[in-house]
């Protein structure tokens, strides 16, 4: 099942021929959001990374920053040699806050509270967040940040929710006041390969997280800029394939007035290729 995930990106021409119209509205859309906002003052260095799955030791680059966050999938089987492994390279790490949610593959952190507690307590300098908060005061800046596991099902993992009953996945949840987020997959349309979740999307609407960090579609890595903007609007509506010529007119008056990003989208997936045979650094980026 992973392969239908991980799989060789389409080309250009491939993408065009499935569907000229979502392949220029893509290319008009992000071409009107080429930047973010800039950072507050002082700045927070946030270094992000995800699905390492085992390989953790083969990343050639993780910068210093203030935030290490790991969006989930640190194994392959979840075993407890697994987690404790990648959980110590977590903890080596030299950055003063580390933070880290599960992935559909760690299957290590789907064991009771007790097991679970064992595990972690001989990691006191990590922060597992698994559909729950922490705040931090960072450079005299409190940032409030938010993690959960969960991921729309496919085969028997574990940290999924049915497709059928998104509600399951407790996107609700989400803080409306979190700067933040991290998720193991990606919202609908953004960084995912046409494989997010649209009730995530949804959420994201309402919360608008300066930052969210995901992984989960190793192809997708990348980092986007979204503006909540009736433009970003046309543009979703445009990939499902729901829209009339309002929404080209949205989108061609987004690309020309070029709106300033309110929050920025990393899919930080470290491993990629066809066979999961690239390693990739982490992304480091400046709120």
């Given at each position: 099942m992973d392969a239908l995930f991980d799989r060789r990106p389409p080309t250009n021409l491939e993408d065009f021929r499935r569907n000229p119209v979502v392949f220029l509205a893509k290319r008009g859309y992000y071409a009107g959001v080429t930047h973010c906002e800039p950072p507050t003052t002082p700045r927070i260095q946030v270094v992000a990374i995800s699905d390492t799955h085992n390989h953790h030791g083969e990343v050639a680059l993780v910068p210093d920053g203030d935030i290490l966050i790991h969006a989930g999938d640190l194994t392959q089987s979840g075993t407890r040699t697994e987690m404790i492994s990648a959980l110590q390279w977590l903890a080596d790490q030299p950055h003063p806050h580390k933070i880290f949610i599960a992935g559909n593959h760690d299957l290590g952190l789907n064991v009771p509270k007790k097991?679970?507690?064992?595990?972690?307590?001989?990691?006191?300098?990590?922060?597992?967040?698994?559909?729950?908060?922490?705040?931090?005061?960072?450079?005299?800046?409190?940032?409030?940040?938010?993690g959960s596991p969960m991921t729309p099902k496919f085969g028997s993992w574990p940290f999924q929710y049915p497709r059928t009953k998104p509600e399951d996945a407790h996107w609700d949840k989400i803080p409306l006041d979190t700067d933040?987020?991290?998720?193991?997959?990606?919202?609908?349309?953004?960084?995912?390969?046409?494989?997010?979740?649209?009730?995530?999307?949804?959420?994201?609407?309402?919360?608008r997280p300066r930052l969210h960090v995901f992984g989960h579609i190793h192809t997708a890595r990348g980092i986007e800029h979204v503006a909540w903007s009736d433009a970003q609007a046309a543009y979703e509506r445009i990939m499902t394939n729901q829209y009339s010529w309002r929404e080209f007119l949205a989108l061609l008056w987004g690309i020309w007035r070029v709106d300033k990003a309110k929050s920025t989208l990393i899919n930080a997936a470290s491993l990629g290729g066809f066979r999961d045979e690239e390693r990739r650094d982490a992304i480091v980026i400046d709120i």
């Open positions: 097991d679970l507690h064992d595990l972690l307590e001989d990691f006191p300098g990590l922060v597992y967040l698994a559909e729950s908060s922490v705040t931090l005061t960072i450079n005299t800046r409190t940032v409030r940040i938010y933040i987020l991290i998720t193991h997959g990606p919202p609908a349309h953004h960084a995912d390969h046409g494989n997010g979740c649209g009730a995530l999307l949804k959420q994201l609407w309402s919360v």
